[in-house]
């Protein structure tokens, strides 16, 4: 089973509007750490923001906030009025607190258009 | 010089040569990684490296061969590859410490790499 899921391979939204981009997740680890990582077509990675399983508060970083259900599993990242900017692929990435080795376990990732 | 930086951004190669990726962190990092990042899918850990000590190998065939001379050097030598190796491969480092989950991956620009 997937254990980061992205349900939407790819969106369009207009220009200074807000984007929600999904996210869900499946473990059974009680300590978890979930990123979202933005790669423009150049192609590297850039992290934005991080959210923490023991965290009482949504994690926010300037534009970016990330809508956290815990019971339900979500990790919706939220953009806030979008740029042309924004135009790229965004990854949800999820990090157990028992894997010795710290690895990351990525979702398929979405593509997001900023129409101007 | 900032961040992660990785050489030669692209590279086209036949099947029967022999190359090698470099990455070099300047971020004082003591962890390192190869991903792959083929089309249509997740990103794939191939190697990870924690005080230069491979801890993590996934599976990936021995035409691959990774080398960590020391905490802020990492290479991919490549040999015999086949055309669907054809990818774009990323290294990133990270600061790790036990028991930690926040630690975030940074990464570099990648080489887009094309095997004929």
């Known amino acids: 089973a997937q254990k980061i899921t992205q349900t939407q391979p790819g969106m369009f939204v207009q220009e200074k509007e807000a984007v929600t981009l999904d996210c869900t997740y499946d473990t059974s680890d009680p300590s978890y750490g979930l990123f979202w990582y933005k790669q423009p077509s150049s192609g590297e990675m850039i992290f934005l923001i991080y959210?923490?399983?023991?965290d009482q508060q949504n994690a926010t970083e300037g534009r970016y906030s990330l809508n956290f259900q815990k019971a339900r599993k979500s990790a919706n990242l939220v953009i806030s009025a979008s740029q042309l900017g924004d135009s790229a692929m965004y990854f949800c990435?999820?990090?157990?607190?028992?894997?010795?080795?710290?690895?990351?376990?990525w979702g398929a990732g979405t593509k997001l258009i900023i129409k101007p | 010089e900032t961040g992660v930086t990785q050489t030669p951004r692209h590279l086209v190669m036949g099947m029967t040569n022999k190359k090698s990726l470099k990455c070099e962190q300047h971020?004082?990092?003591?962890?390192m990684y190869w991903y792959k990042q083929s089309a249509k899918k997740p990103l794939e850990l191939m190697f990870v490296?924690?005080?230069?000590?491979?801890?993590e190998n996934n599976s990936v065939p021995s035409r691959f061969s990774p080398e960590c001379p020391n905490s802020s050097h990492l290479f991919l030598h490549l040999h015999t590859l086949q055309p669907e190796d054809s990818a774009l491969y990323l290294c990133?480092?990270?600061?790790?410490?036990?028991?930690?989950?926040?630690?975030?991956?940074?990464f570099g620009p990648g080489t887009r790499l094309l095997v004929l």
């Open positions: 971020l004082g990092h003591n962890a």
């Open positions: 959210q923490g399983s023991y």
């Open positions: 490296y924690n005080f230069k000590e491979q801890t």
């Open positions: 990435a999820m990090r157990e607190g028992t894997d010795s080795n710290y690895q990351l376990i």
């Open positions: 990133a480092s990270s600061q790790e410490s036990a028991g930690v989950i926040q630690e975030t991956q940074y």
